[in-house]
């Protein structure tokens, strides 16, 4: 295999509650992983073991307290992520790394389509384009197109979850961060999401998942890996 | 497009108040205090530093009296800072510090680069000029001459910021609060500044017309990028339109980060407390 597209090494995150007596909580110790393009390593473990602590350090959501997480970059070559300055994370968080959380966080207000396209109207994509692309996506996701210029905020679980899956996958990252991507969907939809993964692959985008669905999501992965 | 700065701020401090040798131990956030006990200095901004780049929304979050506003109308170039630079460069030209204008040149500046939207429509509106007036009035600052050039503009910005045109005659004081809000935006894009700065524009608002304020920007942002400070004590404010935030406390800078970093994984106590308290 050629080197990986992402390499974390002695990943430590800790959390140190000023609230609470400054308490400290360190959900990843020593966490040594990497993926590469066209791979999809899936990650297993009971809940509450830090699995998507982890993908929040890759992601910049959480800072990395130490180790390093390397990431071949198209735009700035091979980078530490945990390190990287903010505007080349919201860089890469535009047009190379995609995540997505276990529950849409919606802006209010905004349509659904506006909300899948938001992505591509970053990148400075013209509405007109971007939303093309955008209703493809959400004919794939099979969401009705009665829905597509409501609200997510009163869709169902399931509704909820296609457009959070169709908002990183839109911008084609090549690393794509998936915490329970199939939880809260029915038998069809997660078929349909399985399948979005693997055309996902076969352009190799590097895929990490969290999941608990060893049966579904589990045999489509390249690797598993379990967090314990 | 990394270092595409348009401003950058640095150690920009203004204090208000005479100054005695124990003003910087006995105020700041470890003391929870501006205003020095032994003199009455209030230090409002103490060493600033920023980086705004192009075509982004920074926030700044942070109670009231905690210096956003005095960092604010030194940007705007309005208070002149104790010390420290504003270094402004367009589309990636040579850095100019603003702290150097004359009274000439920094009114120009203002006028042409810079918008800026308050809290109270009566800051940033004349009153007693329409809708029209008010945005020729920044067009004429800006150096605009053509009548009829003035006019369409306005009309232009009215369509934009959800104005009905019809009112261009009308007065401020005809308008609703969240209408007003929006004259204030349409004169502050009046000139197609490269920076909007907004100074609690939504708080005193109900939570509907607040909405609608804060959607018409996230449109703005998204149609014409345009870059904007987002001054505001309400986190869910900034969470909801800046990528970064920075956290002020007693006149300094506390913290700063992605917004999403700041909201999942605050470091300083201040920002720990001001995320709980938000939830
Ligand atoms: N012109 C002034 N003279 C004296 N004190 C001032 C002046 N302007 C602001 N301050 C003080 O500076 C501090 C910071 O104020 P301000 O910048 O308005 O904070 P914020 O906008 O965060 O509420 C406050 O204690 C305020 O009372
Ligand atoms: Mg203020
Ligand atoms: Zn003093």
Redesign the interface.
């Known amino acids: 295999m050629s080197h990986p597209l992402l390499e974390i090494r002695n990943l430590h995150k800790s959390?140190?509650?000023?609230?609470i007596d400054g308490r400290e909580i360190t959900p990843v110790r020593d966490v040594n992983l990497s993926v590469a393009a066209g791979e999809h390593l899936l990650i297993y473990g009971r809940s509450g073991m830090g699995k998507t602590s982890i993908l929040?350090c890759i992601y910049?959501?959480?800072?990395p307290t130490s180790g390093q997480i390397w990431f071949d970059s198209h735009q700035?070559g091979r980078i530490d992520l945990s390190r990287a300055?903010?505007?080349?994370?919201?860089?890469l968080r535009e047009r190379e790394i995609g995540f997505c959380s276990q529950f849409l966080r919606v802006?209010?207000?905004?349509s659904a389509l506006d909300t899948l396209c938001?992505p591509l109207?970053r990148q400075?994509m013209d509405?007109a384009t971007a939303q093309e692309i955008g209703r493809e996506w959400l004919q794939r996701l099979g969401i009705s197109p009665a829905l597509w210029q409501a609200s997510p905020l009163t869709f169902s679980g399931g509704e909820q979850q296609r457009i959070n899956l169709g908002r990183a996958f839109i911008a084609r990252p090549r690393l794509l961060l998936l915490d329970e991507p199939t939880a809260s969907l029915d038998e069809a939809t997660k078929q349909v999401v399985i399948a979005m993964i693997r055309a996902a692959q076969a352009e190799g985008t590097a895929i990490i998942s969290v999941s608990h669905d060893l049966a579904g999501l589990g045999a489509h992965a390249t690797r598993q890996w379990t967090f314990a | 497009m990394i270092d595409d700065w348009i401003l950058r701020v640095e150690q920009l401090s203004k204090h208000f108040g005479p100054t005695c040798p124990d003003c910087r131990r006995l105020t700041g956030p470890d003391t929870g205090r501006s205003q020095c006990p032994r003199c009455g200095t209030v230090w409002a901004c103490v060493e600033a530093n920023l980086q705004l780049n192009a075509g982004e929304v920074l926030g700044i979050v942070g109670e009231s009296g905690s210096g956003k506003s005095t960092l604010l109308q030194m940007i705007y170039l309005a208070l002149r800072p104790d010390s420290g630079h504003i270094w402004y460069r367009d589309n990636g030209g040579p850095p100019r510090d603003l702290t150097t204008l004359d009274r000439y040149e920094a009114r120009l500046f203002r006028n042409t680069k810079l918008g800026i939207v308050y809290q109270r429509p009566e800051l940033g509106l004349n009153m007693r000029f329409s809708v029209g007036g008010n945005v020729a009035e920044k067009l004429l600052l800006a150096e605009w001459r053509h009548f009829g050039r003035i006019r369409a503009r306005t009309a232009e910005l009215m369509v934009k910021t959800e104005l009905p045109p019809e009112r261009i005659d009308d007065e401020p004081p005809t308008f609703s609060g969240g209408m007003l809000q929006r004259v204030q935006i349409a004169k502050a894009l009046a000139s197609r500044p490269s920076l909007l700065l907004l100074d609690e524009i939504t708080s005193g608002l109900d939570v509907s017309v607040q909405a609608r304020v804060l959607d018409l920007l996230r449109r703005i942002q998204w149609e014409d990028r345009i870059t904007m400070l987002l001054v505001s004590h309400d986190l869910g404010v900034v969470r909801q339109l800046a990528r970064r935030t920075i956290v002020m406390k007693n006149g300094h800078i506390v913290e700063a980060g992605l917004t999403d970093q700041i909201l999942e994984d605050p470091q300083h106590p201040y920002t720990q407390l001001l995320v709980s308290s938000a939830l």
């Open positions: 959390f140190t509650l000023h609230l929040k910049r959501t959480y800072l700035f300055a903010e505007s080349v994370i919201l860089s802006l209010p207000r905004v938001e109207y400075g509405r």
